[in-house]
Structures are given as C-alpha cells and as structure tokens.
C-alpha cells in the first residue's frame, strides 16, 4: 500500500533532551512538509523540502531541524531550544503540480515530560 | 491574524445538512481546499476547487466559491454520524512554492 509513515505514533520528550520524528513515504512524491498542529489552531508550516538535498524554513522552524538526504525520508528534530514543544506534528507530501494536493501521515504526538 | 477563517464549531442534526463556511484573503489563491481530520489522525483530502469555478459536487458534498467575497463553502448533504470530525479549508496561492495555508478548522458535531 502506498503512503506516509509517521513514527512513533506518541513520544515523550525530557527537558533539555532531542528528540526525533520519522516520515518516511513511498509515494514518490518530490516535497515534503512539516506541520505542527496545537488544539483549535490551524496547521503551522515548520518546514518543507521540495527536492532531496534540499529544504526551506516554513513559519516557525526555530527549536527544529530537518534533512532530506533520501526521496522518501525527511525526519524532524525537535531541539532543547524548542521551549514549548507540546503539539501534534504532521507529516505531509505532494507532487509537484498546479493543484498541490497534500498526503498526510498519521500524526506523532509529543509531549514533555 | 488569519489569512484563512473558520469558525470553530457547528452541530447539526444527523440527516439534515451541513454548512461549512471558510473565508480568505489572498485575491491570487489559484486552488482551495477542503480536508477532513478524525481524533488522533492525519488530514485527509475531501475535495478542491479551481478558483475559476463557482461550484464543484461530489456525491454528498457540494463546494461554493464566492471569488467576489473570497468566500468558500462546503455543503454535506444527508449528514451521518462518521461525518462528526475537524473540516479545514485552506487556499494555494499563485506563484507560492510552499504549500497550503490552512483555517484554524470546524469541528463538526452531528447529533443522532
């Protein structure tokens, strides 16, 4: 079946800890995005990549890093400078295409402890 | 603010239909955009409409488009209980590489 994994679907983050989501997709789909998602908030942009090797800032990337060195891989990292780091996270992917229709994983949900 | 506005909660009855209203900014949105999230899960794409159209049906739903207004609308006739989720709009703007601009979602309630 084709689609995006995202894993863990629940990870639990220390003070001071990175910690590390995965998206892995066999769609191939050339871009990838990064959403946070917070209870009654719209999707916020972290981060995308629309071609391996490459990857732009969305809105709020600061506290978070990503990679792209692999077509159906782009993994998150959620920084100790990412103070309120609390949210669901979404992964998404398209082909590139007038229409950008977006596919998304299940979701992660990270907490502090 | 928003770019992308929704309210936040509608209830209907179950069998009677849904209204759910979206409003944007961006006069160059080129395609918008409705998407459905159950608990616990990721969005999933429930239809789209070029910004030339007016109307666009698909079985049980019915998208409008207001250009003039930068209004959209989804339409869920007969709704059912699996219908109970999150509904996002969201707007592609011309010329931007980056993807979607999402409304902060209804979260539908249908009643029996």
């Known amino acids: 079946d084709g689609g995006i994994t995202q894993s863990p679907k629940y990870l639990f983050r220390k003070e001071g800890q990175n910690v590390t989501l995965s998206c892995e997709q066999n769609?191939?789909?050339?871009?990838m995005y990064w959403y946070r998602q917070d209870p009654g908030q719209g999707l916020r942009l972290i981060y995308y990549s629309q071609i391996v090797n490459d990857f732009q800032k969305g809105d709020i990337a600061e506290g978070y890093s990503v990679s792209r060195e692999k077509k159906e891989s782009f993994p998150l990292t959620v920084t100790s400078a990412q103070k309120n780091p609390t949210a669901f996270y979404l992964c998404?992917?398209?082909?590139?295409?007038?229409?950008?229709?977006?596919?998304f994983g299940s979701g992660t949900q990270l907490s502090v402890l | 603010g928003e770019d992308v506005e929704q309210s936040l909660f509608l209830s209907v009855r179950e069998g009677d239909s849904s209204v759910i209203n979206c409003t944007y900014t961006?006069?160059?949105?080129?395609?918008l955009y409705w998407y459905k999230q159950e608990p616990g899960a990721g969005l999933q794409l429930l239809t789209y409409i070029f910004s030339n159209m007016d109307m666009k049906q698909d079985q049980r739903l019915t998208v409008l488009l207001n250009k003039k207004d930068k209004h959209l609308s989804l339409r869920i006739a007969d709704t059912q209980t699996g219908d109970s989720a999150i509904y996002f709009c969201?707007?592609?703007?011309?010329?931007?590489?980056?993807?979607?601009?999402f409304g902060s979602g209804t979260q539908l309630t249908v009643l029996p």
């Open positions: 998404a992917s398209s082909i590139t295409a007038p229409d950008e229709k977006l596919f």
């Open positions: 769609l191939n789909h050339d871009a």
């Open positions: 961006d006069s160059s949105s080129t395609y």
């Open positions: 969201a707007e592609r703007r011309a010329g931007s590489a980056r993807q979607l601009t």
